[in-house]
Structures are given as structure tokens and as C-alpha cells.
């Protein structure tokens, strides 16, 4: 017997969140699916943390970093909320949604028990949507993979980065480095 499932909207996810029903619940939104998200252990909040301040501090005003905080892709019916999301600075317009792909110069998932997810789930919606840039900071192995040239069937680039600086393509004249990622 074949079975369908439901398939949520965004705006049917944002009335569960507006009435409580995902109240202290880890989930996003991805393809229509709510997902639960992997409890963060210690070497993730450390790492993706750092980061976050290293990026911070490097971008000055050219750009806002949002830590775990939700992301909208109207296209695929998905709200992530991807570790470090490295986005156009709007101010106030974010009071009325989060930040769209046109928005989004890279993201950033810092990855162990979701590896998975987060290398083909993930990476396979932020591709269709058009985000430029996508990296993930394997914490099994400690490498650094970067996800570039998103078409609507995935990234065509997608590589293990063995550099130890990394220019993201929204700011070529910034070279971050990969040691500073990786903790």
C-alpha cells in the first residue's frame, strides 16, 4: 500500500509556530517537511560560535551574520534555519521576514549528526534557489567543503577545501581563514 504525505506550506508552518504547536520544538522546514533539528553538542556551539565572531569582524558593515536563525526559499516550501547565514544588512525589514535567497550572499552549517542533511538535502534545495555559496564544516573530519554555482538540480561545484584561506565569492578581497573556521 503507497502512502502520501502531507506536504506543509510556509504559511501553514507559520501558523503552527504563531499558535504554539512547535513550542520548544527543534524543527525547520524543508520540501514541505517538518524536520527536526539534531540537539547541538558542545563542539558544534564552540565551533560555529567562533566562526560567527571571526565573520563578524572581518565583514564589518558589508554584511549581516545571523546565527541560527531562520532563512526563507518561497520555491521549496523550506525554512531552515542554517548555523551562520551571512546576509544583506536591511535593518528593519527583517521585522517583516527573514532574510529570501536574494539576500543571502553564503550560509554556513556546521555538521556532525547531520551530515547527511546537510550535504544532500540541503544542499540540493539551496542550489535550486539560487544561493550562491554554501559551505560545510564537516566536524567528523574537520574539512571544510564548499558548495559553488547552484543550477536547479544542485551545485555544480562542490569540493573539499584544502586551501588554508578562502575568499567567499560575495567579497573576493576578503581571504578568510580555514584554520579560524575549523577552530
Not at 516550501?77 to 529570501?100: F, K, T, W
Not at 551530515?115 to 555559496?133: N, R, T
Request: some cysteine; proline content about 7%; overall charge negative.
Amino acid at each position: 500500500m503507497a502512502f502520501t504525505t502531507a506536504k506543509w506550506t510556509i504559511a501553514d508552518y507559520h501558523q503552527m509556530i504563531a499558535v504554539g504547536l512547535l513550542q520548544d520544538r527543534r524543527v525547520e522546514l524543508l520540501a514541505g517537511d517538518i524536520v527536526e533539528m539534531a540537539p547541538e553538542g558542545e563542539p558544534h556551539a564552540y565551533y560555529s560560535d567562533e566562526a560567527a565572531e571571526y565573520l563578524i569582524y572581518l565583514l564589518g558593515e558589508r554584511a549581516k551574520v545571523r546565527q541560527g536563525k531562520p532563512i526563507t526559499l518561497w520555491q521549496h516550501q523550506s525554512e531552515p534555519q542554517p548555523d551562520i547565514a551571512i546576509v544583506q544588512r536591511l535593518g528593519a525589514d527583517y521585522l517583516d521576514h527573514h532574510p529570501y535567497p536574494e539576500n543571502i550572499f553564503w550560509l554556513i552549517e556546521y555538521s556532525d549528526s547531520s551530515l547527511s542533511k546537510d550535504l544532500e538535502a540541503k544542499a540540493k534545495i539551496y542550489a535550486a534557489v539560487g544561493i550562491p555559496e554554501y559551505w560545510v564544516i564537516n566536524l567528523r573530519t574537520m574539512q571544510l567543503i564548499v558548495f559553488r554555482s547552484p543550477t536547479p538540480a544542485g551545485y555544480l561545484s562542490h569540493q573539499v577545501w584544502t586551501q588554508p584561506q578562502i575568499c567567499p565569492l560575495a567579497f573576493p578581497d576578503i581571504s578568510i581563514s580555514v584554520n579560524r573556521l575549523l577552530g
